[in-house]
């Protein structure tokens, strides 16, 4: 019961909080919700038997789709990664004031919702509902709660998704017809024989919905306006946990079951996903706002998680596993100073920032360790990973691995250039009367610096997670 346990809290006081009044009763509620569901999460994952990670109940019994959740390595991982992130973001971002914050803080927990069914779903079916779950509150909160061009930026973001899950049903359908026992479970999709034309169309189909999700070169330009536009809380759920929902479905769902066409295409994906990692990295570097050049950098950091996914090598594939949560553990990070300085100073511009680790020292040191993250420096949770996933491209082909390598120095050349305008140098008069970040916002700054570091020194635990995931996925090749 633990998986339907960890669908059943988010939802339930989710919709409970539509009825919730005031500021402080909404956002405590949903402090409650998240800090149980993280419980509940951390009690499965780490103390209690495989059998108990997984539920089978009838559904829809007439189409052949069964309420089916299952969670191995990856699916555990991913379940900790959104359960860890929501508490903090809520804690985080406490000060920030939303109109009809009941409303804001329902959605938020009703995305919570998706996102766990979705790293839970062993059904095609119960996949797509938590998938769409999870994209419909996001649409509500940017669209209501957004920036000034919150409506342009709500409706690419629309067309995009809404676009790339029609795409998906439709191959969710073919595939449910050509299922042996006209099934949506995801045992009897590995099992479906396609011809080679088949394959390579329906292929497409899923590929295109997740490859939206991620979002990798060329359909990523949705992203930078929907993260710009967004509130910081809702931006950090897109960077940090749901952009993750394209990666994992890419080896829950694409690899397995079309084994022939992601070979026969992994070529083309990788070069375009290196495009998008060098692209974005250069777009990053002529940034003057702090959250387009966050946006940018996910993108470039995505666009190698593809690129080494499809390279299809065991370091490669071991070095997506961690980075997704490495990944999602740093870019809120990000956030979160991008928001206090927001919300302090009233800009997100580097023209107008300068000096403030001069003013707020603390933050200064969280943020260069986030920095130093970001870039994957030794000893911080992203070496680990970046150094498998570049291992994996180069053992699947040296001059393409050798041409992504500089995204690490162009990573470095933007990252470093964000500290230096925002912590050092002469004060400016926006940053002047800049304060230390307050108490709640340090310590969830803190908890995420230990996370960073304790990964980075000793990243094997969340490499023997995954292992399992890891081989299944290569026995399918």
Same mark, same amino acid.
């Given at each position: 019961m633990i998986p339907v346990s960890l669908i059943l809290i988010p939802l339930i006081t989710g919709l409970a909080a539509f009825f919730l009044k005031g500021e402080n009763a909404a956002k405590n509620w949903a402090l409650l919700s998240s800090a149980i569901t993280l419980a509940v999460a951390v009690a499965g994952i780490f103390f209690l038997p495989a059998h108990d990670l997984s539920y089978d109940a009838a559904w829809l019994p007439?189409?052949?789709?069964?309420?089916?959740?299952?969670?191995?390595?990856?699916?555990?991982?991913?379940?900790?990664?959104t359960?860890?992130?929501?508490?903090?973001?809520?804690?985080?971002?406490? #000060?920030? /004031?939303?109109?009809?914050?009941?409303?804001?803080? +329902?959605?938020?927990?009703?995305?919570?919702?998706?996102?766990?069914?979705?790293?839970?779903? +062993?059904?095609?079916l119960v996949f797509y509902f938590f998938w769409e779950l999870a994209l419909v509150p996001v649409y509500f909160l940017c669209s209501?709660?957004?920036?000034?061009?919150?409506?342009? +930026?709500?409706?690419?973001?629309? $067309?995009?998704?809404?676009?790339?899950?029609?795409?998906?049903?439709a191959g969710i359908l073919y595939l449910y017809f050509q299922s042996a026992d006209h099934s949506f479970a995801l045992q009897s999709f590995y099992h479906i024989k396609l011809s080679a034309g088949q394959e390579a169309l329906i292929f497409w189909l899923f590929f295109i919905a997740f490859a939206i999700k991620m979002p990798v070169f060329p359909f990523h330009t949705w992203q930078p306006d929907a993260y710009e536009q967004s509130p910081t809380a809702v931006t950090m759920i897109l960077s940090g946990v749901m952009v993750k929902m394209g990666i994992?479905?890419?080896? #829950?769902?694409?690899?397995?079951?079309f084994p022939h066409a992601s070979a026969q295409y992994a070529h083309?994906?990788?070069?375009?996903?290196?495009?998008?990692?060098?692209?974005?990295?250069?777009?990053?570097? #002529?940034?003057d706002d702090i959250k387009r050049l966050i946006a940018y950098s996910s993108i470039a950091h995505i666009g190698l998680?593809?690129?080494?996914?499809?390279?299809?090598?065991?370091?490669?594939?071991?070095? $997506? =596993?961690?980075?997704?949560?490495?990944?999602?553990?740093?870019?809120?990070?990000?956030?979160? $100073? +991008?928001?206090?300085?927001?919300?302090?100073?009233?800009?997100?511009?580097?023209?107008?920032?300068?000096?403030?680790a001069q003013k707020a020292p603390a933050m200064a040191i969280l943020l260069v360790v986030m920095a130093f993250a970001n870039i994957a420096l030794p000893l911080?949770?992203?070496? $680990?990973?970046?150094?498998? =996933?570049?291992?994996?491209?180069?053992?699947?082909n040296i001059w393409i691995a050798a041409v992504a390598c500089i995204s690490i120095i162009l990573a470095a050349v933007y990252t470093l250039n964000m500290v230096q305008k925002v912590l050092y140098g002469s004060t400016t008069g926006v940053t002047a009367n800049a304060r230390e970040i307050g108490g709640n916002v340090q310590w969830m700054l803190a908890i995420l610096v230990i996370i960073?570091?304790?990964?980075?020194?000793?990243?094997?635990?969340?490499?023997?997670?995954?292992?399992?995931?890891? /081989?299944?996925i290569l026995a399918n090749r």
């Open positions: 007439q189409l052949g789709s069964r309420f089916s959740l299952m969670t191995d390595g990856m699916g555990k991982m991913l379940v900790l990664l359960t860890i992130a929501f508490p903090v973001i809520i804690i985080a971002t406490a #000060r920030n /004031q939303y109109k009809n914050p009941g409303s804001f803080y +329902a959605l938020l927990l009703l995305s919570q919702t998706g996102l766990l069914g979705v790293f839970l779903a +062993a059904d095609a209501i709660w957004g920036g000034e061009k919150r409506i342009a +930026a709500t409706f690419k973001f629309f $067309v995009y998704t809404f676009l790339g899950s029609l795409l998906m049903l994992f479905a890419l080896l #829950r769902w694409l690899l397995p079951v083309l994906i990788i070069i375009l996903s290196v495009i998008g990692m060098l692209y974005a990295s250069l777009i990053a570097i #002529r940034q998680m593809s690129a080494a996914v499809f390279a299809h090598q065991q370091t490669g594939l071991e070095g $997506v =596993m961690i980075q997704m949560f490495n990944h999602g553990i740093n870019v809120i990070g990000l956030w979160i $100073v +991008a928001d206090v300085i927001e919300q302090q100073l009233g800009t997100r511009k580097f023209s107008d920032l300068g000096g403030l911080t949770n992203a070496f $680990v990973g970046e150094f498998l =996933m570049f291992n994996g491209l180069f053992r699947y960073i570091i304790a990964l980075g020194v000793y990243p094997q635990p969340m490499i023997d997670l995954t292992k399992d995931t890891v /081989q299944a």
